[in-house]
């Protein structure tokens, strides 16, 4: 088939976070499967508007940043609709546009009116990036008139899309509850993830030495985007109550967002400085040389669809301390290969504290989570994502009912 793959970051453009992995990761096994995948996302600055990386054909677009979050993703669909038509006169019709995430929505609303066959993932929803609520108590006018619009926009993409995609049984109810969508309309496609690459043997005291650790002290590492989803804020609070059962361990926080400055001043406030590392944003590289130096790995997330980061850690045999939401709830099987905890401070020091005071028990639940993290692997993920498409397909040559505006009813279905 040949795929157009929609999404604002990946590895070899601008790298954001977990998405960007999942959405390279992807191409890049359609495409050793013999499919034709273009990855429409950003431009970085110098980059060339063309390359072709891993089997992957790349088409970085460049566009009018605008004045705010909605004409950013607004103008960026834009210019990626316009790319791909471009693609399309040269090379040949797509048989499926695969978005991923709201970013993309205006632009796969675009190619639906075209005629074209559509998936959409969802990674999150704008009610799970607040943390599962939205108190209007907190909330300016203009904050609620963005969620409003992100979500409006979220739920148009779910509706005309042919198929979607999710990553958890806890997110496609969320996906039926927020947009009334048909359960039957989603498949549940678990993130994937080839634990060598986050395999690595390393001289832990060097590690540790980078970053002012001292050698023989025992470390906790977060790792993600600082923001309240998250939860990096409850790991805050929950460190005075570890430093009272081990006053050596230290804490590493790697990953930016607008929640940072507020982190620095609340450990400051809490008398906590010296325990905390703020690495902010960093490479690939050095965070696979934290995730195999570190003791333990915490997400302390109020709402997590899926969390590769448990992932990653399993892939390295670290403990990992998570709370029980969404995919981390249903992929963790407590005191076997993790410790599950409740989002809120004092639990998630409980959990720390149980390993640190347990060292066997820490050590199974590394050792097990190792083991369960192949399950996790990209020739399953793939073989169902194909399923998908071939749904898709097939959906199209019985009961395909244009949007309203549609140009092109042509079938595809010839295209497998």
Same mark, same amino acid.
């Given at each position: 088939?040949?795929?157009?793959?929609?999404?604002?970051?990946?590895?070899?453009?601008?790298?954001?976070?977990?998405?960007?992995?999942?959405?390279?990761?992807?191409?890049?096994?359609?495409?050793?499967?013999?499919?034709?995948?273009?990855?429409?996302?950003?431009?970085?600055?110098?980059?060339?508007?063309?390359?072709?990386?891993?089997?992957?054909?790349?088409?970085?677009?460049?566009?009018?940043?605008?004045?705010?979050?909605?004409?950013?993703?607004?103008?960026?669909? =834009?210019?990626? +609709?316009?790319? @791909?038509?471009?693609?399309?006169?040269?090379? $040949? /019709?797509?048989?499926?546009?695969? #978005?991923? !995430?709201?970013?993309?929505?205006?632009?796969?609303?675009?190619?639906?009116?075209?005629?074209?066959?559509?998936?959409?993932?969802?990674?999150?929803?704008?009610?799970?990036?607040?943390?599962?609520?939205?108190?209007?108590?907190?909330?300016?006018?203009?904050?609620?008139?963005?969620?409003?619009?992100?979500?409006?926009?979220?739920?148009?993409?779910?509706?005309?899309?042919?198929?979607?995609?999710?990553?958890?049984?806890?997110?496609?109810?969320?996906?039926?509850?927020?947009?009334?969508?048909?359960?039957?309309?989603?498949?549940?496609?678990?993130?994937?993830?080839?634990?060598?690459?986050?395999?690595?043997?390393?001289?832990?005291?060097?590690?540790?030495? =980078?970053?002012? +650790?001292?050698? @023989?002290?025992?470390?906790?590492?977060?790792? $993600? /985007?600082?923001?309240?989803?998250? #939860?990096? !804020?409850?790991?805050?609070?929950?460190?005075?109550?570890?430093?009272?059962?081990?006053?050596?361990?230290?804490?590493?926080?790697?990953?930016?967002?607008?929640?940072?400055?507020?982190?620095?001043?609340?450990?400051?406030?809490?008398?906590?400085?010296?325990?905390?590392?703020?690495?902010?944003?960093?490479?690939?590289?050095?965070?696979?040389?934290?995730?195999?130096?570190?003791?333990?790995?915490?997400?302390?997330?109020?709402?997590?669809?899926?969390?590769?980061?448990?992932?990653?850690?399993?892939?390295?045999?670290?403990?990992?301390?998570?709370?029980?939401?969404?995919?981390?709830?249903?992929?963790?099987?407590?005191?076997?290969?993790?410790?599950?905890?409740?989002?809120?401070?004092?639990?998630?020091?409980?959990?720390?504290?149980?390993?640190?005071?347990?060292?066997?028990?820490?050590?199974?639940?590394?050792?097990?989570?190792?083991?369960?993290?192949?399950?996790?692997?990209?020739?399953?993920?793939?073989?169902?994502?194909?399923?998908?498409?071939?749904?898709?397909?097939?959906?199209?040559?019985?009961?395909?009912?244009?949007?309203?505006?549609?140009?092109?009813?042509?079938?595809?279905?010839?295209?497998?």
């Amino acid at each position: 088939m040949r795929i157009a793959i929609l999404a604002w970051e990946s590895l070899h453009s601008i790298h954001v976070g977990g998405l960007g992995i999942v959405v390279t990761r992807t191409a890049e096994e359609l495409a050793k499967r013999g499919h034709d995948v273009y990855l429409f996302t950003r431009a970085a600055e110098g980059q060339s508007k063309h390359a072709r990386i891993n089997d992957v054909n790349y088409c970085r677009c460049k566009f009018d940043p605008g004045k705010d979050i909605l004409s950013f993703f607004s103008n960026m669909s =834009k210019a990626m +609709v316009k790319e @791909l038509h471009a693609v399309a006169r040269h090379s $040949g /019709r797509f048989d499926i546009i695969h #978005g991923h !995430d709201w970013h993309v929505a205006d632009a796969l609303y675009e190619l639906k009116k075209e005629g074209n066959l559509v998936v959409l993932s969802y990674h999150s929803s704008e009610y799970g990036r607040g943390g599962g609520a939205f108190s209007d108590k907190r909330a300016s006018k203009e904050d609620k008139r963005v969620f409003n619009e992100i979500s409006a926009r979220e739920g148009l993409g779910g509706r005309i899309s042919d198929r979607i995609i999710t990553v958890s049984r806890t997110m496609r109810k969320e996906l039926c509850w927020l947009y009334k969508i048909p359960r039957e309309k989603i498949d549940i496609i678990s993130n994937a993830i080839d634990p060598r690459k986050y395999r690595k043997d390393v001289n832990p005291n060097k590690v540790k030495k =980078k970053y002012g +650790v001292p050698s @023989l002290a025992p470390t906790v590492l977060f790792i $993600g /985007r600082l923001e309240y989803q998250k #939860g990096p !804020d409850l790991l805050i609070d929950a460190i005075p109550k570890v430093l009272e059962n081990r006053d050596d361990v230290k804490f590493l926080f790697a990953g930016k967002g607008t929640m940072r400055n507020y982190l620095r001043r609340n450990a400051r406030k809490l008398g906590i400085l010296d325990a905390v590392r703020f690495l902010w944003w960093i490479p690939y590289r050095r965070y696979v040389d934290l995730l195999n130096t570190c003791d333990i790995v915490c997400i302390p997330s109020r709402n997590e669809p899926f969390g590769i980061v448990l992932l990653e850690a399993w892939a390295t045999g670290r403990p990992v301390v998570a709370t029980d939401v969404g995919g981390l709830g249903e992929n963790i099987k407590n005191l076997v290969n993790g410790i599950k905890v409740r989002p809120n401070p004092r639990s998630v020091a409980r959990g720390i504290n149980y390993l640190f005071n347990h060292p066997e028990i820490m050590a199974r639940v590394g050792t097990k989570g190792k083991e369960k993290v192949m399950k996790f692997d990209w020739a399953s993920s793939i073989k169902k994502l194909r399923r998908t498409y071939r749904k898709a397909l097939e959906s199209r040559t019985t009961s395909f009912a244009p949007v309203k505006g549609s140009k092109s009813h042509r079938s595809i279905s010839g295209s497998r």
